[in-house]
């Protein structure tokens, strides 16, 4: 975290000297919202309400989602930071690290925070202090291809219940002849030499009944990863698995009907449907399907997600009408109705709105309401999380080539307590 501090110094110093450059008077909300077109009409509502109830502008400050944890961490530490800032969890122990966030517990009632499932609240809370709400969830989860399924003979109304079973359907597609001209995969799994490759092999962890930390400590050398690890590594290695693909060459062999299964979020219909150019269709009775992650030895399901967060700094001027914005955004049903007509993905962390209205009423979105109890936003909550996986990484990219298991969790772990050992 120090080294990263590092390089923004010249940013704060530059920010600092300029001051605050926003009037108390106003609330600011800095994140990736408005930088979508199609949000334009929501985020005109939203300020239209925030100034209705409480007589101040909300001034909106468009940043890009590859520069807003950037932005989030320079403005802190200049002293002149938003007021509410769109984050993703894994940021969140970073910007509470350096002071930045404001805890939340007292800016709501007990029926509105216990209305977001506690797995999502725990993994932004540090100490027993919620520090973001969870914003848009994600939870990861095995989308199909039912038509491959059917050809090789499995029924796609019983997906595969554990990680045997999912094993035993990937290897299936897999020995389907090739289709103009293309390899048939059992499953498009990340597997490029990439900290993201290394995180999204998480849930395959967990559904071996391993961890990659006990009591906040990273620990991956264990019995339980090994298993999982060689879970992916049979796969790869029979050729039912792309080697070397990252998140995009993943979903372009699956939205091109070459690749039985791949993980996704609740976006996946809609890059499925976009990718595919309409010909594949995600729904009950369509081309593609989701399922619940398999089950893990103990009969438990846990996986990953990959969620927005709204926060609040602790910086802010106007805590009381910035805990107003971030009601507005999370609370509100007409807003939340809003989100999900416009972007298709769960609009909210609070339950009762997920379960009413469009979106409680499309089923493929109900699926991951459903599992948003046992997802895992945050594996290990440290702003140390990504430098992790960076070690971890090139140590998975030797097991999916067909490297020794147990020599390459060794080497990760050395690794890892370099890494966490520098300052």
Not at 372 to 380: F, R, S
């Amino acid at each position: 975290m120090k080294k990263y501090l590092k390089t923004v110094s010249a940013l704060v110093l530059s920010l600092a000297m300029a001051g605050p450059a926003i009037a108390d008077e106003v609330v600011t909300y800095s994140g990736w919202l408005g930088t979508y077109d199609k949000n334009a009409d929501l985020v005109a509502r939203i300020k239209d309400q925030f100034k209705a109830e409480t007589n101040i502008e909300l001034k909106v400050i468009d940043t890009q989602f590859s520069e807003a944890l950037n932005q989030a961490t320079v403005t802190t530490l200049a002293g002149n930071p938003a007021d509410a800032l769109h984050l993703v969890a894994g940021w969140v122990p970073a910007m509470q690290e350096i002071g930045g966030l404001e805890p939340l517990d007292d800016y709501f009632t007990k029926e509105q925070l216990d209305s977001i499932p506690q797995a999502l609240r725990d993994a932004v809370s540090v100490d027993g202090k919620l520090y973001a709400l969870p914003w848009v969830p994600g939870p990861v989860h095995p989308h199909f291809n039912r038509n491959l399924m059917i050809e090789a003979g499995l029924d796609p109304s019983n997906p595969p219940q554990t990680w045997e079973e999912f094993k035993d359907a990937i290897m299936k597609i897999c020995a389907l002849p090739a289709k103009d001209g293309a390899k048939i995969y059992g499953i498009a799994l990340r597997t490029d030499q990439s900290p993201n490759s290394a995180q999204w092999s998480i849930p395959i962890i967990y559904g071996f009944g391993g961890d990659i930390q006990k009591d906040g400590v990273i620990d991956i050398n264990t019995p339980e990863v090994a298993a999982a690890y060689k879970w992916i590594q049979d796969i790869t290695q029979a050729g039912c698995s792309p080697v070397g693909h990252g998140y995009s060459e993943s979903r372009n062999t699956f939205a091109a009907g070459h690749a039985g299964f791949i993980m996704e979020g609740p976006w996946g219909r809609g890059l499925v449907e976009n990718m595919s150019g309409g010909k594949l269709k995600v729904a009950p009775d369509g081309d593609v399907w989701v399922m619940e992650v398999p089950q893990a030895p103990d009969g438990s399901r846990k996986t990953i997600g990959n969620p927005h967060e709204i926060a609040m700094s602790a910086l802010s001027k106007n805590k009381k009408q910035t805990a107003k914005f971030l009601e507005m955004v999370i609370f509100d049903k007409d807003n939340a109705n809003m989100y999900y007509d416009v972007n298709g993905q769960l609009p909210t962390s609070s339950l009762p709105l997920l379960k009413q209205g469009a979106v409680g009423a499309d089923i493929y979105s109900q699926i991951f309401v459903d599992t948003l109890v046992y997802t895992h936003d945050n594996p290990w909550k440290s702003a140390k999380f990504n430098a992790v996986m960076s070690q971890i990484a090139p140590e998975l990219q030797k097991i999916v080539d067909g490297g020794d298991i147990p020599q390459a969790l060794e080497a990760a772990e050395r690794s890892i307590k370099r890494t966490l050992s520098r300052n």
